[in-house]
């Protein structure tokens, strides 16, 4: 109710949700999960680096989420121990993501742990997909 609005007032952007992304890492990327799927369709494309599990659960009931989302990115680090990667591993197959429509990718930074490198390649894979 803040943010958005003080954006787009100040700043040139198209000013709707097909548009608008979120995304964080580690704490951040908690809150993105958190914001998102309280928020069902005010952000098509969210991105969780780092940021440990998402469940199956929260995004079933978070009512609208898996259909108004275009892009669920989540990861982390090769040698990170919080699970997040095998949880968007889980979330893909278990959503049935052909059958929702809902398009969840992860990615696993090689050989790092929770630290800049693992987000600045999250980064970078994450904003390939969102500006095609």
């Known amino acids: 109710n803040d943010i958005i609005p003080m954006i787009e007032k100040n ?3 198209i000013a709707d949700p097909e548009h608008r ?3 964080g890492l580690s704490m951040g990327g908690m809150q993105a999960r958190e914001i998102t799927l309280a928020n069902p369709g005010k952000f098509a494309y969210v991105g969780s680096f780092s940021s440990g ?3 199956v659960d929260q ?3 978070s009512e609208g989420f898996a259909q108004k989302t275009k892009l669920l ?6 040698k990170e121990n919080m699970g997040c990667v095998e949880a968007a591993k889980n979330i893909k197959e278990q959503l049935g993501i ?3 429509g809902m398009n969840a990718h992860y990615y696993v930074s090689p050989e790092t742990a929770h630290e800049w490198q693992t ?3 999250s980064l970078y894979q ?3 997909l969102i500006f095609k």
């Open 98 to 100: 052909k059958a929702s």
């Open 126 to 128: 994450f904003a390939q």
């Open 59 to 61: 995004v079933k009931n």
């Open 11 to 13: 700043y040139r952007v």
């Open 21 to 23: 992304a979120y995304s």
């Open 53 to 55: 599990a998402w469940s």
């Open 119 to 121: 987000w600045r390649r």
């Open 73 to 78: 990115f989540m990861s982390g680090g090769g």
